[in-house]
């Protein structure tokens, strides 16, 4: 029966390591964004009897997997058996075991039996020891960066925090990141649903569950701008932002116990075409829609500053994510050979992994010292020349199809001039100076990391 183990040192206690895993939203965390599972049904949690339905992508085919947990040890280990599924056999055990008081090694330990007997394992075992040896890669590398996250903030306690765009990009990855830390997580929805908070634009008033009160609210609703730009489009995307965050922010001046604090998406267009400029939260604004849009949506956002509630402006560069956002469209031209270099390729894309992304959301709500625009984007910004070579290499694809400036603009009319043709050189000096690690600071790194490209050596047999 072939077998494949895999184990990390964590700097921090077995029992924390343990907890992390219990908590709903684990599961989110550790599925790497390449690729393709949907949770059909789920019952109960990680003990014995508590099973999960997934949905998996094999190929061209979708396949149900049901899994059950057995063998649950409090603050040791739990085991995977499947029930149903794709594998002949398939046992796998979560190892959490002490190293000391302060550290512990998480181990993944698999054993399966693939179908089709003999030619199954002559054909299948090569291909699915490589797809455990990334997916783990992955797996590892994000609990190892989320554990300290949390540790970062322990003193302040669990945080009952309300997330408005909860089901896009942003919202998708935010909420396990906070779920698995312990903190409760209430969804701002404009229909009624249980267990939601419910948001009345017309009146702008928001209904929240019960009365307890709220310590954080996290605005990430608004208007997608990756399309191409009508005056009716315009008008949608300025009012998504500018009057809904407005609404937002006078309703917690207007509540009795005010959340500790308010952050606000908000977007590096913020500075305009800036050319090869060093681009800081000091930095003037540009100019532009996107620009004039940018510093509206923050003015709006100002309005719930107070005594009591801070103000974080989370200024987004460019999210990588396979799942959604630009590097999701890329991916299929790339995949084909077609991708390239966009206008002359000079121009600066300052770019985020979505797991940074999520992460500084984080670090914004645990650090009281950051307040005011916040630069959420890596340290090393790149050209789109360095970029278009770098998601070419992940990909082991040549790049060698250029879309024209012209191009851009006769497909995406004033868009192109304003997202992809514009030069934003930007550092998340604001996010440095309150001591976020970033997590892939280097482009190669994030990439690999998100497409399952690169791998890196690790303690496995």
């Known amino acids: 029966m072939p077998q494949y183990i895999h184990r990390t040192r964590i700097e921090a206690p077995a029992r924390d390591v343990f907890d992390w895993h219990k908590r709903p939203g684990a599961f989110e965390r550790l599925q790497p964004p390449w690729e393709t599972v949907e949770i059909v049904e789920r019952t109960g949690g990680i003990q014995n009897g508590d099973r999960v339905t997934l949905r998996t992508r094999l190929g061209p085919l979708w396949t149900n997997w049901v899994i059950e947990h057995r063998d649950y040890i409090e603050g040791v280990q739990f085991r995977d058996i ?3 599924g794709p594998f002949k056999q398939w046992e796998h055990t979560h190892r959490i075991l002490p190293d000391g ?17 003999l030619a199954g394992r002559t054909l299948g075992t090569g291909f699915v020891d490589a797809k455990l040896r990334r997916m783990f890669e992955y797996r590892h590398a994000v609990t190892q960066a989320d554990i300290p996250a949390h540790q970062a ?3 302040r306690g669990p945080m009952r925090i309300l997330v408005s765009g909860a089901s896009g990009l942003l919202g998708t990855h935010l909420l396990p990141l906070l779920t698995t830390g312990g903190h409760e997580v209430i969804r701002l929805s404009r229909h009624r649903a249980a267990g939601s908070a419910t948001w009345n634009v017309d009146t702008g008033s928001v209904e929240v569950p019960d009365t307890a009160p709220i310590d954080a609210v996290v605005h990430l609703a608004g208007e997608n701008i990756a399309s191409r730009w ?5 008008q949608r995307i ?3 932002r500018i009057n809904g965050t407005r609404q937002l922010a006078e309703w917690i001046r207007r509540i009795e116990m005010p959340p500790r604090v308010f952050l606000c998406a908000s977007a590096i267009g913020y500075y305009g075409n800036r050319g090869d400029e060093m681009l800081t939260e000091q930095s003037a604004p540009g100019r532009g829609f996107l620009a004039d849009v940018c510093a509206d949506w923050e003015t709006a956002a100002a309005i719930a500053k107070s005594d009591t509630t801070r103000v974080v402006n989370l200024r987004f560069g460019v999210i990588l994510s396979p799942r959604g956002g630009a590097l999701a469209k890329m991916l299929t031209p790339f995949r084909l050979g077609a991708g390239g270099v966009v206008g002359d390729g000079r121009q600066y894309w300052s770019w985020i992994s979505i797991d940074d992304a999520a992460g ?14 916040a630069n959420v984007v890596a340290p090393q910004p790149v050209s789109n020349r360095e970029f278009t070579k770098s998601l070419g290499a992940v990909l082991r694809r040549p790049t060698v199809a250029p879309m024209p400036a012209f191009a851009a603009r006769i497909a995406f009319g004033e868009m192109a001039d304003e997202l992809l043709l514009s030069s934003q050189r930007v550092i998340p000096e604001r996010l440095i100076q309150t001591g976020y690690v970033f997590r892939q600071p280097r482009l190669p790194t994030a990439l690999g990391h998100l497409l ?3 791998v890196r050596p690790t303690n496995q047999h």
């Open 360 to 373: 500084a959301m984080l670090h914004a709500l645990q650090c009281d010292d950051l307040d005011g625009p």
């Open 238 to 240: 300025r009012d998504s």
């Open 452 to 454: 399952g490209g690169v």
């Open 101 to 117: 008081e302060n550290a512990c090694i998480l181990e993944d330990d698999i054993t399966y039996v693939l179908p089709m007997g």
């Open 230 to 234: 009508s005056t009716a489009a315009k």
């Open 82 to 84: 499947q029930i149903s």
């Open 153 to 155: 903030g322990r003193a």
